[in-house]
């Protein structure tokens, strides 16, 4: 039977089968054979690629300390925006949230500051402070919405990073800001 007769028969597959070096591609045997052994390096693989997306340490970077509020003036559950260190970072938001943070200040442990920027896609999050969850979101872009107790944790939505953390430092009754926790939005370091 000459090939062209085998392949109105049995398809274009059968062809190539035969001889996959003539039509430049991978036959299905190849490509299954190829693609196992791939999958099986992965999984024998005790460092690299599945190791590396195991435990990345978060980015922290300190910055030139600056004052963004006061205890005495802020009011919980309501947000206080500002710029730090400089506008080229966007806007971040100051907030008490009545509750023991992670990374929170003050008597409570519970005054906490964010870059207002969402990680996935920029999306803008200042304003979308929500107290009864003391969460952030969800962002009007994707929906990610933030856990603000939790180190800026996603709860759910399409983000895959939490939302950067303003570190803070309290001075008598001042609140400083002096660095963050995880890479602001848009960068490839917070430098
Ligand atoms: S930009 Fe916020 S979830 Fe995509």
């Known amino acids: 039977m000459s090939k062209t007769t085998q392949k109105q028969r049995d398809g274009l597959d059968v062809l190539q089968e ?8 991978l036959s299905r045997r190849h490509f299954l054979l190829t693609g196992t052994s791939a999958v099986a390096c992965l999984a ?9 997306a195991k435990g990345l340490p978060a980015v922290q970077t300190t910055h030139p300390r600056m004052k963004i509020g006061t205890v005495s003036a802020l009011r919980e559950g309501v947000a206080v925006n500002f710029m730090y260190p400089s506008p080229k970072f966007g806007p971040s938001f100051l907030v008490k949230l009545g509750t023991e943070a992670g990374g929170g200040v003050g008597k ?5 500051a964010f870059n207002g920027m ?5 999306g803008p999050l200042i304003g979308m402070y929500k107290h009864e969850y003391k969460a952030v979101g969800p962002c009007p ?3 990610t919405t933030f856990d603000l107790t939790r180190f800026g944790m996603i709860i759910t939505g399409q983000a895959t990073e939490s939302l950067p953390q303003v570190t803070l430092e309290l001075d008598g009754d001042d609140i400083y800001a002096v660095g ?4 602001v939005y848009g960068r490839n370091s917070n430098a």
């Open 180 to 183: 963050f926790l995880g890479l």
């Open 118 to 122: 969402c990680p996935h896609m920029g």
């Open 141 to 143: 872009l994707h929906l």
């Open 18 to 25: 035969e001889s996959p070096e003539k039509y430049g591609c």
């Open 108 to 112: 409570g442990s519970d005054i906490v």
């Open 44 to 52: 024998l693989m005790p460092t690299g690629i599945a190791g590396a």
